[in-house]
């Protein structure tokens, strides 16, 4: 491999990646919840693998909560934990689809008792926020219908509107609220936020504040997604990412395992911005909020994580290497195979020797999975904690 500039391992030793309290306990499909032997119990068992993580990759410093799931008495003490495991608490998820009341929608439910009472746990999560200083405030909505007729769409689209506005109001200064999409599931008609344009207008109707997030399993087969991630950082409108994989509907798995081209054209928009002249594109770019969003079933959860992150890395590093004067010139000179031909140079580079380089300068182990397999983590964690039986907080 030719030489790598060090701003590539300057760069590559500031990439974070949040990942998701929900992604540690046990999880799975509506069929059945395999019990994961050592998987963590309750949220300080998430938090300590959480930092397990961070320890063996070097680029997973927070982690995101699924509020009442991670529910605790005492947030300074959560935080103060989090600290001393060497992490920080990350973007806070309010759970708006799991109570009784929820079965016609949260914010866009037709009663306003129900709509209140969505907008009081969003509320209450915002409060959460101040004491972990978390800055993002991360909104999935399962709201939708099931059939045509089934209720008025237009006045469904002015309730999240107004609940929206109310939540946007309580936000306190330097937090951020990130507006998640989904084409389908659990509605099957009419989902409310359904995708990238529904998020991008309600967001601009609120305010600098109000971002969109872009959850890679959220979208119907052969969309565009990186063409996505440019418009929305063109519009200063990217906040974060929900990381991982589908082959079929919201799969949930290993980021990077089934689209990595897909992944790496993503992590080129994103290097593009940040580095462009535009600053509202390279203002965005530095902020956006890199996170997974993923629950194993049958994979072992640990190492599932650690791979999670190892996979964004290298698609990082491969975006990275683009010569992106080389492409601009190309593009301009309409040289459609030569442009091309410069990101599949980049995409085809063999990055572990880089990666094993810059991990030894971060003082992480140079090959995080193999460090995860030979040492005592699985097994303390099979001792200490058993094997939990049931599904710990996800949507099955
Ligand atoms: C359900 O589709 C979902 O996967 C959303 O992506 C949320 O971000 C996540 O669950 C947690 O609520
Ligand atoms: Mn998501
Ligand atoms: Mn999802």
Redesign the pocket.
Do not use: C, I, Q, T
């Given at each position: 491999m030719a030489q790598v500039s060090p701003s590539v391992h300057k760069a590559l030793k500031h990439q974070r990646i949040e990942t998701?309290s929900?992604g540690y306990g046990n999880s799975g499909t509506r069929f059945k919840t395999f019990a994961a032997p050592g998987a963590a119990r309750n949220v300080w068992e998430k938090l300590e693998d959480a930092a397990l993580i961070h320890r063996l990759s070097g680029i997973a410093p927070s982690v995101a909560l699924?509020i009442p799931w991670d529910w605790v008495e005492d947030w300074e003490q959560l935080n103060a934990y989090a600290q001393e495991q060497g992490i920080q608490i990350g973007a806070i998820?309010p759970?708006l689809?799991q109570d009784e009341e929820y079965r016609l929608g949260s914010i866009a439910h037709p009663d306003p008792k129900v709509r209140s009472k969505a907008i009081r746990h969003i509320l209450e999560c915002i409060e959460i926020m101040q004491v972990t200083g978390s800055r993002d405030l991360?909104l999935?909505f399962?709201d939708g219908t099931n059939y045509a007729g089934q209720d008025d769409l237009r006045s469904r689209k002015q309730r999240v509107r107004e609940g929206l506005e109310q939540v946007y109001a309580a936000l306190p200064e330097g937090k951020r609220m990130l507006l998640?999409y989904?084409f389908f599931?659990p509605a099957f008609y009419f989902t409310d936020v359904f995708d990238w344009g529904a998020a991008l207008l309600y967001c601009q109707a609120l305010g600098e504040k109000a971002q969109v997030?872009v959850?890679l399993?959220?979208h119907a087969q052969a969309t565009n997604i990186e063409a996505i991630v440019a418009f929305l950082l063109d519009e200063g409108k990217l906040g974060g990412f929900?990381f991982?994989a589908r082959r079929y509907a919201?799969d949930?798995l290993i980021v990077g395992s089934t689209h990595p081209f897909e992944l790496f054209c993503i992590y080129t928009e994103l290097v593009a911005a940040e580095h462009s002249s535009d600053p509202r594109a390279a203002h965005t770019a530095r902020n956006v909020a890199y996170m997974i969003?993923q629950?194993h079933n049958i994979e072992p959860k640990l190492e599932a994580m650690l791979q999670s992150v190892l996979n964004c890395q290298e698609a990082y590093a491969k975006a990275l290497l683009v010569d992106y004067p080389a492409l601009r010139q190309a593009q301009q000179h309409g040289d459609v195979l030569e442009a091309h031909r410069i990101l599949l140079e980049a995409f085809k580079t063999d990055v572990r020797p880089l990666l094993a380089e810059v991990r030894e300068e971060m003082g992480v182990p140079p090959d995080p999975i193999r460090a995860l397999r030979q040492g005592e983590y699985l097994s303390q964690r099979i001792q200490r904690r058993g094997t939990p039986s049931g599904a710990s907080g996800?949507?099955t």
């Open positions: 998701p929900w699924h998820n759970n689809f991360s999935w399962a998640e989904k599931e997030l959850d399993g959220h929900h991982n919201d949930d969003d629950s996800y949507p």
